[in-house]
């Protein structure tokens, strides 16, 4: 079996947030982009669990190969974790990410599945915690013609049979489907595993495969954006506190009608 993961380099979120909250994250004179050379950047949370999903495929006895692919630039240090992770190879394909909607970026994905022979599974995180959006998985099921599974918690195969756990709000819902799939991996999954130090020392002679988007055979209407970033700021963040007194009683009905008043209750 061949599982594909697709993964993606965020800027660190919880460094984000800290920025933002203390006024320090501003955008660069072009009004998209944020002036982030402070900010480290690693991989996507939920692509990392993408990955771990993979891994417990393993663990459980399926023969399979795994390749983790991402597009960017500079995204050595990026592969070199997957590899560190457990990824059998690593690709990267050379492109200003920035510049890609989430179209252009599922077509991408998907030329390189198709165009390195295919494959069995392809494994995504829910979303990406920089755009929050989490279409591009669907978009790669409908290039590859797959099907999707969304918000996988438990994932698990058996020849051809693919079984998958869902997070909903319900509850668990567990479906069944023939391979080739796509799926997407929730939080719910679990911590991934954290790399040896061995497998730090192998990952760091393990080259990755280098790929140009001219390569992958895509006209220029797939590569054309349909969604064009105009403006990106930081809203203003502002916080009221307001503290009750009196007994516990008299602070309950105070609060209670407080929230009635703010049709919160």
Do not use: H, W
Not at 6 to 34: H, I, Q, R, S
Not at 53 to 77: E, H, M, N
Not at 151 to 176: K, N
Request: hydrophobic letters at 45%; proline letters at 6%; glycine letters at 8%.
């Amino acid at each position: 079996m061949r599982i594909v993961v697709c993964v993606k380099e965020v800027l660190d979120p919880d460094a984000v947030n800290n920025y933002a909250l203390a006024g320090n994250l501003t955008m660069g004179a072009d009004g998209k982009t944020p002036q982030v050379s402070a900010i480290p950047t690693l991989i996507n949370g939920y692509d990392e669990q993408a990955i771990e999903a993979a891994l417990r495929l393993r663990d459980a006895g399926v023969d399979c190969t795994i390749t983790a692919v991402s597009i960017g630039q500079d995204l050595k240090a990026l592969l070199k974790q997957c590899a560190a992770l457990g990824a059998d190879e690593i690709v990267g394909i050379d492109a200003d990410l920035a510049a890609l909607d989430s179209q252009v970026t599922a077509n991408i994905l998907a030329a390189y599945i198709q165009s390195s022979g295919g494959a069995d599974l392809v494994l995504c995180g829910r979303q990406a915690s920089d755009d929050d959006q989490g279409v591009v998985p669907a978009l790669i099921g409908e290039y590859l013609s797959m099907p999707v599974v969304p918000l996988a918690r438990a994932v698990e195969a058996s020849g051809s049979t693919l079984t998958v756990t869902r997070a909903t709000p319900d509850g668990d819902e567990v479906v069944q489907g023939q391979l080739p799939a796509v799926v997407t991996v929730s939080n719910e999954l679990g911590d991934p595993r954290f790399p040896t130090a061995k497998a730090k020392m192998a990952a760091r002679k393990k080259k990755p495969t280098s790929i140009a988007v001219a390569d992958l055979g895509l006209s220029p209407e797939q590569l054309a954006p349909r969604v064009i970033l105009e403006k990106q700021y930081v809203p203003q963040v502002q916080g009221n506190c307001e503290f009750l007194e009196g007994s516990p009683a008299e602070i309950a009905r105070t609060l209670v009608e407080k929230l009635r008043a703010d049709s919160l209750i």
